[in-house]
C-alpha cells in the first residue's frame, strides 16, 4: 500500500452499529484503509485524534441556500461554510429559489452558482402543476431528487393538484430518483389561516392553530398511496406530529418506499417555547406540543423516523422579527447547529453516538442514492469525515453562525460535543473550528454516485403517458 496523504490517528472510530479505536488512512480523497493504532503506513500528514471521535459527516438532505433570487438570505458560499463548520460534508439544496429549480435551464444556472460550495451537494428539482413537461429533462441533466410542496411555504409556489402530483410521480418513478414531499394539505391550511386572520389571531400561537398535525396526516396518507400505485420512491420531510407517523407506519407496512425525517428544533422545542421565542420560532410545519416531540424520539428509535435533516432556512433578522406572526418570514438556520444540538442529547444520554451516526449519516446515504461512497467510516468509501469533541463544551450564538441568517431559537444553549475538523474528500474545509477558506470551491456535485436500484412499477400500463398512447376502440 502506497503512502497516504493523511493519518487520522488514535481517534474512536464509530458507525451505526459499533465504535472501536483505530487510525484511518486518506488518499487522494477516498479512505485508503481503518486499521489498529500503529498499524498503517506513514503518512505526509497525521491529525492526532486522540481522545477523539471519527464520524462520517452528516448529509442533511433538506437545505435551503436561496441562491438565485434571495441572496441577502444566503448564498451557496455562506451555506456551505456553514455546512463545513456544523461537521456535514453533503447538502441537498431545495427548489424554490428565484426562479425555482423548475427546468433544465434554471438547473443549469444553479450548478454554475454552486462552483463556490465547501462541501458536496444534490441538487432538487421541482415537481409543481406547471413543469411536469421538464421533469425528464430535469431527470437527465442530472438532479438528485425532486421536491413537492403539497402546503405553502416560502416562494410562495403553488402546490399542485392530486393530479398533477399522480402524472409526476408516474413520470420520476422509473428514475429512481426519491421525490421529497413537504406534506401539508395547501386548502386546510389556507382556509384556517385566513378564518384566524379574520378573528384577529396575530399571536404566535395562531401559526399551530392555522396548521393542525390534521394536514400533515392527511397530505403523508395521500402521497403514500400515489406513491404505491406509481412504485415512486418517497420522503416526508420535517415530520413534526404525533399524528402523522400513523400513515407512515402503515404505508412502510405495506411495502411503500417511504422515507420519513425529521429536525432538532421538532424533537428539542415545544408548543411552551412559543411565548419565549415569540415568531423567531415560526417554521413549516410548525413546532408543536411536547407530546409530538416525544413521540418523534421514540420514532427515530424504532425506525419509523429513518433520518435527521435540518430544512435549513436563513432569514434576516428584520424579517424573523415580527409582532403579527403572518408576517414573519418561516423558518430559521440549521445546518451549522445540528451536529452540536444532537451530540449535546448524546452527552445527556438522550441517544448513542451509533444512533446518531445512522440518522445522520448512514441512513441518509442509503436512502438518497448515496451508499456506499458516503455515510462510512470504510476503505474505499470518500473521506467525508467529522472529527468530534464530546467534552468540548460551546454556547450557541448567532451572530457566530457563518449563514447570513443571523438568528436561531436556540440562542444562548449550551451545547457539549462539537465537530472539531470537517474533510470532505480529504480536503480540510474546517480545521480546529476555523474555516479553511482556501478551501471554497472544494464541493461538487453528487449526480456521479448514485447507487439506487430500479423500483418495482407498479400499474405501468396504466400510466398517463400510456394511456395516452392508447388508441380509441372503433
Known sequence: MSGPDLLIQGGTVVSGSTSFV????????????????????????????????????????????????????????????AAAMGGTTTVFEMPNTHPPTRSLAELRDKQAAARKAYVDFGIYGLLAEDNIGELQGLIDGGVNAFKCFMGNTFGNLPSPSTGAMLEGFEIIAPSGLRISLHAETASIMAWRQQRLIAAGRNDPLAHIAARPAVVAAEAVARAAILAEWTGARVHVLHISSALELGPLRDAKARGVDITGGTCPCYLLLDSSDYARLGSVIRVNPPVREAADSEAIWAALKDGTVDLIETDHAPHSPEEKTKAVIWEADCGFPGVETQMPLMLNQVSRGRL?????????????????????????????????????????????????????GKVTPFEGESVTGVPVHTLVRGRFVQRDRRLVSEARGHGRQVTDIQRMPPPVLNHADQTLASVLRTPTPS
Open 22 to 81: 483505530a487510525d484511518v488512512a486518506v488518499k487522494d480523497g477516498l479512505i485508503q484503509a481503518v486499521g489498529a493504532p500503529g498499524s498503517l503506513p506513514e503518512a505526509r500528514e497525521t491529525l492526532d485524534a486522540t481522545g477523539l471521535f471519527v464520524l462520517p459527516g452528516a448529509i442533511d438532505v433538506h437545505v435551503h441556500f436561496r441562491e438565485p433570487g434571495y441572496t441577502h438570505k444566503e448564498d451557496w458560499e455562506t451555506g456551505t461554510a
Open 352 to 404: 448513542s453516538l451509533q444512533d446518531y451516526v445512522r440518522f445522520s449519516a448512514e441512513q441518509p446515504a442509503k436512502r438518497f442514492g448515496l451508499w456506499p461512497a458516503k455515510g462510512r467510516i470504510e476503505a474505499g468509501a470518500h473521506a467525508d469525515i467529522a472529527v468530534v469533541d464530546m467534552a468540548r463544551t460551546e454556547t450557541i450564538r448567532a451572530a457566530a453562525l457563518h449563514s447570513r
